[in-house]
């Protein structure tokens, strides 16, 4: 994916500002370093990917971190903000809620070089091409985010008990730190299956997958901010570059170093 020139000037386009004639209205955008959207919804679902620069999205109760090469669903009516770190260049598009199908719940996939070249295709032909390829183009989009799998690039949600609330906290501060079921069980004063119940029920994750993806979570936000992997991996607990590498693949799908780039 080809980036534009960091010193062009920021493109903001809102929902009501494209036709609502169409399935799907494609637009590209560019936002400034420290660009801030505060807190809103629409009314049609919205899917957007980076191509240059890091966003953090707030949505369905999660935190994205979007990189470039990876977009997040976001369907309607679902509040989320974006926080730019950078210069951030993106491609994105509005979906008719009465376009099928689609995905129901906040997803983050990466980005194929197939549906990359969809989207492109839409974003050159939206005016000129016939009604019937702009439609073609479009099912093939959808049906392209719907069959992605969802990498899960968010952090994971936290407990509201305030026991559990405690445990993780401190994991968020030392991702390090071992599994221990006893001992967090322990410090949140349950036993080791009172414990594991609440925070399954609290969290949709068992304590072992929870630490998983907050562990995932961090390497993105190390790597933006220069730490070498090598370093990432002992922060994490791992015993080297090349497990905590293997465990990001088997998670994303991607070497951890796209990120880095």
């Given at each position: ?5 960091p010193?062009?000037p920021?493109?903001?386009?809102r929902?009501?500002?494209?036709p ?12 400034a370093?420290?660009y ?10 919205q899917f957007?990917?980076?191509?240059e620069?890091y966003s953090i999205?707030q ?14 669903w976001i369907?309607?009516?679902v509040?989320?903000e ?6 951030a ?5 509005y979906v ?18 197939l549906?990359h070249a969809?989207v ?5 032909e939206?005016?000129t091409?016939s009604?019937m390829r702009?439609?073609?183009?479009s ?9 992605a799998?969802?990498i899960?690039?968010i952090s994971p949600?936290?407990p ?7 445990i993780c906290?401190a ?11 006893d001992g967090w069980?322990?410090l ?9 119940r ?5 969290t ?6 929870w ?14 901010r220069g730490?070498?992997l090598?370093?990432v991996a ?5 015993a080297n570059?090349a497990s905590?590498t293997?465990a990001?693949v ?6 951890p170093?796209a990120v880095a780039r």
């Amino acid at each position: 994916m080809n980036a534009p020139a960091p010193d062009m000037p920021p493109v903001e386009i809102r929902s009501h500002d494209l036709p609502r004639d169409r399935t799907i209205a494609p637009f590209h955008g560019r936002q400034a370093n420290g660009y801030y959207d505060p807190p809103h919804s629409h009314d049609r679902a919205q899917f957007s990917y980076r191509i240059e620069g890091y966003s953090i999205v707030q949505a369905g109760g999660r935190r994205i971190f979007l990189a470039p090469g990876r977009g997040v669903w976001i369907p309607a009516g679902v509040e989320h903000e974006v926080t730019c770190r950078g210069p951030a260049a993106y491609n994105a598009f509005y979906v008719d809620i009465e376009a099928a199908p689609q995905p129901a719940e906040v997803r983050v996939i990466t980005i194929s070089p197939l549906l990359h070249a969809l989207v492109e295709a839409l974003l050159k032909e939206a005016e000129t091409s016939s009604i019937m390829r702009r439609q073609s183009l479009s099912d093939l989009v959808l049906d392209e985010i719907g069959r992605a799998r969802d990498i899960g690039a968010i952090s994971p949600l936290m407990p509201r008990s305030p026991r559990l609330r405690t445990i993780c906290d401190a994991l968020y501060k030392k991702p390090a730190q071992p599994l221990d079921l006893d001992g967090w069980a322990a410090l949140a004063s349950m036993s080791r299956r009172t414990f594991t119940r609440a925070f399954r029920e609290e969290t949709g994750l068992s304590p072992g997958e929870w630490h998983h993806q907050l562990r995932m979570h961090h390497v993105d936000g190390w790597l933006e901010r220069g730490v070498p992997l090598q370093e990432v991996a002992f922060r994490l607990g791992y015993a080297n570059a090349a497990s905590l590498t293997r465990a990001y693949v088997r998670a994303f799908g991607a070497h951890p170093r796209a990120v880095a780039r």
